[in-house]
């Protein structure tokens, strides 16, 4: 697998520590950003942590996004980094990834240099189209990547990458209690 995507999966981890100098908090909700070199040039990364409690994942798949509160946690703090031909690169883990693709669409839509997207088991979203490009990486037994269920009116806009191939499709559905499992970083780091 793409090295970048396990230096990607590292940030999305160092997005849940508490020690981070760059990390805003909102409700259930944290970033951080930080400038760092990606293939020979310095961009903006913004890196957004999910669920890191399973006891919460329910309200986590289901709930709003926050997109306003990180919004303006961004626009305040990060005002000056903004550069409107500075690439920003966003990174999220679980519902972290839900907030990455709705603040991805909505950067891009005001005009920032958004360069991609990328997410690890983000769940389930409720946008039509982003035009930013997204690499969605899963891994095979991740149930979380399913949710919520169809009539909440979300779904994925692109196709996943895989980690251990393509899971036949009731074993999607038949680890959704094993989510402990297979959903945290860690798996996907060690994955990659």
Sequence with gaps: MDND???YAKYAKSS???DHDNRFEFDNDSLITFEAEDFGERKLFIVLAGTDDMADVKDSITDDYNIEKARSHLWNARIGSFIRG?????VGHSRGGRL?????????????????????GCPKVDLNVTKVPHFRIVNRADPVPNLPPFFYGCHHHVKPIY???KPKWWRRFL??????KYHPIDEYI???
Aim: net charge positive.
């Design 16 to 18: 849940y520590s508490k």
């Design 163 to 165: 980690l251990g191939g």
């Design 86 to 90: 500075q690439k920003i690169v966003l």
């Design 5 to 7: 995507f396990l230096r």
């Design 100 to 120: 990455a693709v709705a603040l991805g669409a909505d950067m891009k839509a005001r005009g920032l240099n958004v360069e991609k997207i990328v997410t690890f």
């Design 190 to 192: 060690s994955s990659l």
């Design 175 to 180: 680890f959704v209690s094993n989510a402990y």
